[in-house]
């Protein structure tokens, strides 16, 4: 499919660009983001390519699962998790999200403020 071609996340699934991969399961590839936004930043995307928030359904909810407990295991080994993270998953423009393949980001290491930004 043309998108999937094309898409930067897809490519990093492939190995068509490099990335600092950290995990992955079955399901899950996670890596460090390339322009962090906290000390830890990972994302955690789904290998097949879904591209929003807006186009997921309940027959993901296995994937999602994956993606969370994979996210709270990496929390765990970064050390994060007794200071405290954020998972975020940003879906559509308003929101910031300018990747169309679905990303979960993992941030922690700093004090968040709230309500996001
Ligand atoms: P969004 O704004 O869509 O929620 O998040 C996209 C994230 O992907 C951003 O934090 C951005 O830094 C990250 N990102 C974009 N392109 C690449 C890339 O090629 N490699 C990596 N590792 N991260 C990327
Ligand atoms: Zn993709």
């Known amino acids: 499919m043309e998108l999937e071609q094309s898409c930067i996340f897809c490519k990093i699934v492939r190995q068509e660009v490099p990335a600092k991969r950290i995990a992955e399961t079955e399901n899950v590839l996670a890596f460090f983001d390339i322009n962090p936004a906290a000390p830890t930043h990972i994302l955690l995307i789904p290998k097949l390519h879904i591209a929003s928030g807006n186009d997921l359904n309940l027959a993901h909810g296995p994937l999602l699962a994956e993606m969370i407990l994979l996210a709270t295991d990496l929390a765990k080994q970064q050390q994060i998790d007794g200071t405290g993270f954020r998972l975020v998953l940003n879906t559509g423009p308003a929101a910031g ?11 922690g290491g700093r004090e968040m403020g709230w309500p996001p930004g």
Do not use: F, Y
């Open 97 to 107: 999200q300018s990747v169309d393949h679905i990303h979960l980001h993992l941030l």
